[in-house]
């Protein structure tokens, strides 16, 4: 479930269509955001 958020950022990433170019920065936090998230959770998980 939590794969959806971070696909519609890479969507919006890689097909900045309707995005600036200075969007493009923008979509990439929430992007870097989870996937730090999830790398904490994996840690997490195997510790």
Same mark, same amino acid.
């Given at each position: @479930?939590?794969? =959806?958020? @971070? !696909?519609?950022?890479?969507? +919006? *990433?890689? *097909?900045? %269509? !309707? /995005?600036? %170019? !200075? %969007?493009?920065? /923008?979509? $990439?936090?929430? *992007? $870097?955001? =989870?996937? $730090? +998230? %999830?790398? *904490?959770?994996?840690? !997490?998980? =195997?510790?």
């Amino acid at each position: @479930m939590k794969i =959806t958020p @971070m !696909k519609e950022c890479v969507i +919006k *990433f890689v *097909f900045p %269509n !309707k /995005y600036k %170019n !200075k %969007n493009i920065i /923008y979509s $990439l936090i929430p *992007f $870097l955001l =989870t996937l $730090l +998230k %999830n790398i *904490f959770i994996a840690i !997490k998980t =195997t510790l």
